[in-house]
């Protein structure tokens, strides 16, 4: 897109003059690297200097903190009994299925973002991205590497194995089975990442939260077979030298995550800074950067529970580093503010709140297919076992009765450390498993659950979310989600004023997600057509420029919000204005939407059925008469009002009903000029599509109303 000087002053008006400073020099850096390759040196001396206290290892001498890094690294701790009964009670189809994919992995066969297995090779080629074939040459610095290139593809392929999230499938299948070969996986491929990326060489060192994140996997699954008395020697040079690159990595750059990036990032590579200033006893880095998540938090948790980023891919994401926060509390001696608990945990009862029953929730926002921590054997979609163990980690108990999700509190709740000179622990030694710990004599996955945590003020009911525009309906077996947010930090989608139907557990109407950063059809889902919304002849709702930088933010405002009724009103720089109130009554959601062009006499418009007091008109099952006249309507441009359905779609003589499995879970009826499908798709894992049904409906006038008819839930 060619941006003009109204743009560039917008840019500075949304994302502030700090912001744009922050950018250029961060952009400025990275051009002064590849042009003089010396200047690499100023970022890790002066003011960037890591004076990391160091073992001895690759040709490095040890330092005045010699050993130190060895006791630090050994500290972290897990309730191996427990884990060890949750992982042997599951299913027989559970076990099979974890096996497999830890079998899989040690072939360097790995399910990458929670969906599809991509074969990186045996040895794992870390620099390859499977999908295309294309290797990234080694020989080239990171800052040399472009983020997008056709040829070689989506970057995320390449560094999905990096993360090393697939090294907890080895942890739990030894866990399950005792067979030592998962810890020779682990060491084998720990060697190797080190051995095949060079410091500050090739892909895996462009971005500081993927470092954060490896530090973290790698380390947290050192520990479990550190625990079970399988670690060598070199195994902890080797995560001595991992933490050592990584931690380097973000204190060189962090600068602009915390200054310019702002989000899911920013918390990932303060993990991370916590962790190697925790290993290597630098105290007043450790102190700083605890200070800053705690304004981070603070900054990118909403007092209502919403997530900043607005996405709840990102705000699992941002609740599975907390858990890693709240569990080496303990250990590093700092914590987080309690407000900032209080913060997490209302993140936690937010997406408890917007739950199916299986879990899962609205596909709102980013999706790159971020399970960070995968330590349980709940599907992708399940957003059950973060919720638990964020209630676990701040209240002390559960929203829920028992179930598979448990586990991943197990891996995040205080562990129990053992004593000097005792075995690693009595479950398992460097023997291997003893008989009492077999399947029939542990305990089922589910014994640590004592109390069941649902307070009153936590049945899943109508909420609202103001503060980061969510608007929740719920009757029976129907949620209906609204979206409008009044931006003050950089949304991902156009999204404004979309509607989520959900009906019996099937999610009726549904977002399109994500696919892709870098390919043409990620881009598009971005977009205002691929969302259940209004969507303008050409034009969109915001203005966009690159893969991310989206800007021209819409005016909003929240007309009523209650239990049974919204009505909300955006008003784009593109020059038009939406307005829709929906209502729901019985089994019925009447939604109207209204249009009208913006120009530079815009008159203040009121809401559209509603009286000027905020009280609903009696408007269900009728059609109201457009009143531009009296609401200062302008004329309205050509406009499409848009859902998309993964359900099947039949006419009927009112409309279409939407059927799933040979039900009808609802009907659509309009009094637009014309109501019409075409073939769609959606994404609900990374890199992953499948086809749905867009339904668009061209209005005669400048105000279209469309009814919903729920279907009654029947037995069978």
């Given at each position: 897109m060619d941006m003009r000087a109204g743009d560039y002053l917008q840019i500075i008006k949304e994302y502030h003059i700090s912001w744009l400073c922050w950018r250029l020099l961060y952009v400025g850096k990275i051009k002064l690297l590849c042009h003089v390759a010396q200047a690499e040196r100023f970022f890790k001396t002066g003011h960037f200097s890591l004076k990391i206290r160091y073992s001895g290892r690759h040709g490095k001498k040890g330092g005045p903190g010699d050993g130190d890094m060895d006791s630090r690294l050994d500290m972290l701790s897990f309730d191996l009994r427990s884990l060890q009964a949750c992982v042997r009670g599951l299913g027989e189809s559970d076990q099979e299925r974890l096996l497999r994919q830890a079998g899989q992995a040690a072939e360097g066969k790995i399910t990458a973002f929670s969906s599809r297995i991509l074969d990186y090779g045996s040895p794992i080629r870390w620099n390859v991205n499977p999908v295309t074939g294309c290797p990234v040459d080694m020989r080239l610095k990171w800052y040399e590497i472009p983020d997008f290139d056709p040829k070689r593809g989506d970057i995320k392929v390449i560094w999905e194995a990096s993360r090393l999230t697939h090294f907890y499938a080895f942890a739990r299948a030894y866990l399950l089975t005792g067979d030592e070969r998962y810890y020779r996986a682990f060491s084998a491929q720990l060697g190797s990442w080190l051995e095949r990326n060079p410091s500050g060489y090739g892909p895996n060192y462009k971005c500081g939260q993927e470092c954060g994140l490896r530090m973290i996997n790698a380390w947290m699954v050192y520990s479990i077979f550190k625990e079970c008395g399988c670690i060598s020697p070199g195994d902890k040079r080797n995560m001595e030298e991992l933490i050592r690159r990584c931690y380097r990595k973000i204190c060189s750059d962090f600068f602009y995550a915390h200054r310019c990036i702002r989000n899911n990032h920013t918390l990932s590579e303060l993990c991370g800074m916590i962790l190697g200033a925790w290993c290597f006893r630098e105290e007043a880095r450790l102190k700083k950067a605890y200070r800053w998540l705690n304004e981070e938090i603070r900054r990118q948790f909403f007092a209502d529970g919403g997530y900043r980023q607005y996405s709840y891919t990102y705000q699992?994401?941002?609740?599975?580093?907390?858990?890693?926060?709240?569990?080496?509390?303990?250990?590093?001696?700092?914590?987080?503010?309690?407000?900032?608990?209080?913060?997490?945990?209302?993140?936690?009862?937010?997406?408890?709140?917007?739950?199916?029953?299986?879990?899962?929730?609205?596909?709102?926002?980013?999706?790159?297919?971020?399970?960070?921590?995968?330590?349980?054997?709940?599907?992708?979609?399940?957003?059950?076992?973060?919720?638990?163990?964020?209630?676990?980690?701040?209240?002390?108990?559960?929203?829920?009765?028992?179930?598979?999700?448990?586990?991943?509190?197990?891996?995040?709740?205080?562990?129990?450390?053992?004593?000097?000179?005792?075995?690693?622990?009595?479950?398992?030694?460097?023997?291997?498993?003893?008989?009492?710990?077999?399947?029939?004599?542990?305990?089922?996955?589910n014994h640590m659950q004592k109390e069941l945590w649902r307070p009153a003020g936590l049945e899943r009911k109508s909420r609202i979310y103001p503060d980061c525009g969510c608007y929740m309906m719920r009757r029976g077996n129907m949620m209906a989600v609204l979206y409008q947010q009044s931006f003050d930090s950089r949304p991902a989608q156009m999204d404004q004023l979309h509607l989520d139907l959900w009906v019996q557990g099937v999610n009726v109407l549904c977002d399109s997600g994500t696919y892709s950063y870098a390919e043409e059809e990620g881009k598009k889902l971005a977009l205002t057509g691929s969302h259940n919304t209004v969507k303008v002849k050409g034009t969109e709702q915001m203005r966009k420029n690159g893969a991310f930088l989206i800007y021209g933010w819409p005016r909003s405002k929240i007309l009523a919000a209650d239990e049974n009724w919204f009505c909300g009103r955006m008003v784009s720089v593109n020059g038009y204005a939406h307005q829709r109130d929906v209502s729901y009554k019985g089994q019925r959601i009447l939604i109207r939407d209204t249009v009208e062009v913006i120009g530079r006499n815009e008159k203040k418009t009121g809401?559209?059925?509603?009286?000027?007091?905020?009280?609903?008109?009696?408007?269900?099952?009728?059609?109201?008469?457009?009143?531009?006249?009296?609401?200062?309507?302008?004329?309205?441009?050509?406009?499409?009002?848009?859902?998309?359905?993964?359900?099947?779609?039949?006419?009927?003589?009112?409309?279409?009903?939407?059927?799933?499995?040979?039900?009808?879970?609802?009907?659509?009826?309009?009094?637009?000029?014309?109501?019409?499908?075409?073939?769609?798709?959606?994404?609900?894992?990374?890199?992953?599509?499948?086809?749905?049904?867009?339904?668009?409906?061209?209005?005669?006038?400048?105000?279209?109303?469309?009814?919903?008819?729920?279907?009654?839930?029947?037995?069978?």
């Open positions: 699992r994401l941002a609740l599975q580093l907390m858990e890693f926060v709240l569990k080496i509390e303990p250990i590093t001696g700092h914590g987080l503010e309690n407000g900032n608990r209080e913060r997490l945990a209302k993140s936690a009862a937010m997406l408890y709140q917007l739950q199916n029953e299986d879990g899962d929730v609205p596909n709102y926002g980013s999706n790159d297919g971020a399970l960070i921590f995968p330590v349980h054997s709940c599907s992708y979609r399940d957003f059950r076992p973060v919720v638990d163990g964020i209630m676990k980690g701040i209240k002390g108990k559960s929203l829920y009765p028992p179930g598979a999700y448990e586990e991943e509190a197990l891996w995040f709740l205080p562990g129990k450390s053992s004593a000097a000179g005792e075995p690693a622990h009595p479950l398992v030694n460097k023997s291997g498993f003893s008989a009492r710990s077999s399947r029939s004599d542990a305990p089922g996955p809401c559209a059925g509603c009286d000027p007091g905020g009280k609903k008109s009696q408007m269900q099952g009728k059609k109201e008469e457009h009143r531009d006249g009296k609401y200062g309507f302008g004329p309205f441009s050509e406009y499409r009002v848009l859902f998309h359905t993964p359900c099947k779609v039949r006419k009927n003589e009112d409309g279409l009903d939407l059927l799933w499995e040979g039900n009808v879970l609802a009907t659509l009826k309009s009094d637009s000029r014309t109501i019409k499908t075409k073939p769609c798709y959606r994404s609900l894992f990374y890199l992953q599509k499948e086809n749905i049904t867009e339904i668009y409906m061209t209005p005669g006038k400048g105000e279209t109303v469309t009814e919903i008819v729920i279907a009654e839930e029947t037995d069978g």
